[in-house]
């Protein structure tokens, strides 16, 4: 399925020069992430700006590698999520235009192919730090990063939202903190609030974009004991694709200091 906000560019438009350290650098990426996935860049327009996210073609035989292995436990956390494209990313990160991005730090928690990040890169962040905790999503996530030549704006590191205190790496905090399609596990909405508390600077705002269909109340209640909580709703054109339309509508949870 496409979103409404992703559409292909023509086979002409090519991704930003790199530089030589930059392009050295993504061949050596690819080169790895092939050992484990067949994949390609696929062009995607964000607001008239092209992007360019890696995709993988061999999904299905990479299921069936993980049912032989019997390494489906949960799968929740052991398939592959972090690789698609969810739809949240783009709204949310078309929203964070609207909150005066230029000169502001972005922290993506959970942030899996980095969607969100490259979107709101475009909108003039000084500093962006794309996270997650699945070491191949990073390994994507970069090689996004610098496909769309914006690897000297986004920094890709390991987060874990769970670890105790302060990472020492965000001693300033974040002026946002954002993630899509976060909220799914229950068990990580406590130490979500934690690291909000701990990591948003002065002022700041943390952004949770989620489908309402998979919407998790249970979370809003949680950290609006430590934050005052707006909700807000943003309806999405989706596409199958065979051409079917479906509307789709995202529940935006806006974390603010009292």
């Known amino acids: 399925m496409s979103d409404s906000l992703c559409t292909p560019l023509s086979p002409e438009e090519t991704s930003p020069s790199l530089s030589q350290a930059h392009a050295a650098e993504l061949e050596t990426l690819l080169e790895r992430i092939r050992t484990d996935f067949d994949v390609e ?16 073609q061999n999904m299905s035989a990479h299921l069936d590698k993980l049912l032989q292995r019997k ?7 052991d398939l592959p999520l972090w690789a698609k494209l969810w739809p949240g990313s783009f709204v949310l990160g078309r929203l964070l235009r609207k909150y005066e991005p230029q000169g502001k730090s972005l922290l993506e928690l959970g942030a899996g192919c980095g969607a969100l990040s490259l979107v709101a890169a475009r909108y003039g962040f000084a ?30 590191t390991h987060v874990d939202v769970t670890a105790p205190g302060r990472d020492p ?34 002022g700041g705002k943390a952004f949770f ?10 979370f809003g209640k949680i950290a609006a004991k430590t934050f005052k909580i707006t909700e807000g709703r943003i309806g999405v054109k ?15 949870l806006i974390l603010e200091r009292p």
Request: aromatic residues 8%; glycine residues 4%.
């Open 127 to 156: 500093r962006v730090v794309l996270s997650d905790v699945v070491e191949q999503a990073l390994r994507f996530a970069r090689a996004n990063v610098l496909r769309n030549g914006l690897g000297d704006q986004i920094e890709v």
């Open 71 to 77: 390494a489906i436990h949960d799968p929740l956390k």
């Open 238 to 252: 989706s596409h199958y694709e065979n051409g079917e339309e479906q509307r789709r509508l995202y529940s935006i």
């Open 169 to 202: 790496r965000f001693a300033s905090g974040f002026d946002i903190i954002a993630a899509s399609e976060i909220l799914y596990l229950d068990d990580l909405h406590r130490p979500l609030v934690k690291f909000v508390d701990r990591h948003l600077a002065p």
């Open 41 to 56: 860049f696929e062009p995607l327009h964000v607001d008239e700006n092209p992007l360019e996210v890696l995709s993988i």
């Open 209 to 218: 974009c989620t489908d309402v269909a998979r919407a998790k109340p249970h």
